[in-house]
């Protein structure tokens, strides 16, 4: 029910877009993020947004990523900026509805090679 798109490989210091779409039978959505996993670590959240539009982020990310949503489309994007090694990952769409209903998406591969 969410689908993930835009992942890729990329050299340092370069950009990509992720892209997770909803499917239309999740109504309201309330907190849309991004998650990673990187091999033999735990995954880790990497930014948020609230449906006002409130965002946070994981300090490693700060400054380089940007989180954004459209609602009426039900998708969320992660902009990623200055990538770096360490941000090789599969990074994972989520979404909690109200209720507190979770839903995660498939995974996209990041591979930022230096």
């Known amino acids: 029910q969410l689908q993930a798109s835009g992942g890729g490989l990329v050299q340092a210091g370069g950009s990509l877009r992720l892209s997770c779409v909803a499917s239309g039978s999740i109504f309201s959505i309330n907190v849309m993020a991004w998650y990673r996993q990187a091999p033999g670590k735990q995954r880790e959240l990497v930014a948020s947004?609230?449906?006002?539009?409130?965002?946070d982020y994981a300090d490693s990310v700060k400054g380089r990523f940007t989180i954004s949503r459209d609602n009426a489309k039900n998708t969320v994007y992660l902009q990623m900026n200055s990538l770096k090694p360490g941000d090789t990952a599969v990074y994972y769409c989520?979404?909690?509805?109200?209720?507190?209903?979770?839903?995660w998406g498939q995974g996209t591969q990041v591979t930022v090679s230096s």
């Open positions: 989520y979404l909690v509805t109200t209720p507190m209903t979770p839903y």
């Open positions: 947004i609230t449906s006002g539009g409130s965002t």
